[in-house]
């Protein structure tokens, strides 16, 4: 499983983290800020409810990963 974070945004006033967890042809996006997954193509509920329960379980180091992108680097070098 292939774990990419999004650096930290803004949205409608709000600082919120986005966490795509891949596998094969499996896709799903978790918002940190309240621990639920907004999108899934392919993995079942059981594997949902797995992804949810490890966004909440590691929520500093996926906090420290996303302070740590330079937006600007990823960019460029992207």
Same mark, same amino acid.
């Given at each position: 499983?292939?774990?990419?974070?999004?650096?930290?945004?803004?949205?409608?006033? @709000?600082? &919120?983290?986005?966490? #795509?967890?891949?596998?094969?042809?499996?896709?799903? *996006?978790?918002? +940190?800020?309240?621990? !639920?997954?907004?999108?899934?193509?392919?993995?079942? @509920?059981? &594997?949902?409810?797995? #992804?949810?329960?490890?966004?909440?379980?590691?929520? *500093?180091?996926? +906090?420290?990963?996303? !302070?740590?992108?330079?937006?600007?680097?990823?960019?460029?070098?992207?």
């Amino acid at each position: 499983m292939n774990m990419s974070v999004s650096s930290i945004v803004s949205k409608d006033g @709000k600082r &919120e983290i986005y966490v #795509l967890f891949t596998e094969g042809s499996c896709s799903a *996006e978790g918002r +940190l800020s309240d621990y !639920k997954m907004i999108s899934n193509k392919g993995f079942t @509920k059981e &594997e949902m409810d797995i #992804l949810e329960a490890y966004m909440r379980r590691e929520t *500093e180091r996926i +906090l420290q990963m996303a !302070k740590n992108i330079n937006v600007m680097d990823a960019f460029l070098n992207g």
